[in-house]
């Protein structure tokens, strides 16, 4: 899930002896996301080179699962960023017990500038705690390392 941060500097950084005032009301997660749609929703209007069952030969199948691959590395985008990204929208999904934030990376498709921009990164993230989160503990004296 990711690194729960009890403040935004983290306790080595702290002069010996700080304390907080009061105790954190949030924390906030550290983790890599990526989009998690599956290849049929993330290419959709792409045509990528179909793969070919080993019942066709194993030659064939395996050139199959190249072109695929060589393919996807000029044509289809990352799951987790666009390099050549130029417009990123962000939104909030669900209700209040739910909520989620959603950021959409666009652009163009890589065979055809000139294609109109869509969504080729979709990514969300919970913006509430999980049940195997917590909140976080200021330290007590003695336990700053």
Request: glycine share 8%; hydrophobic share 40%.
């Amino acid at each position: 899930m990711g690194d729960v941060l009890a403040a935004p500097i983290e306790r080595p950084g702290w002069y010996p002896g700080t304390r907080p005032r009061r105790p954190p009301d949030w924390a906030y997660r550290r983790s890599l996301l990526e989009d998690e749609r599956a290849d049929l929703d993330r290419l959709v209007g792409l045509a990528p080179p179909a793969l070919r069952p080993v019942t066709e030969g194993l030659g064939v199948m395996a050139q199959s699962v190249a072109s695929r691959v060589q393919w996807q590395g000029a044509h289809a985008p990352g799951r987790r960023w666009i390099p050549r990204a130029n417009v990123g929208i962000v939104s909030f999904q669900g209700a209040a017990e739910s909520l989620a934030v959603r950021h959409s990376l666009y652009t163009f498709d890589l065979s055809d500038p000139a294609s109109p921009g869509r969504p080729y990164v979709v990514v969300d993230a919970a913006l509430t705690a999980g049940d195997d989160e917590t909140m976080p503990v200021v330290p007590s004296e003695g336990d700053l390392s």
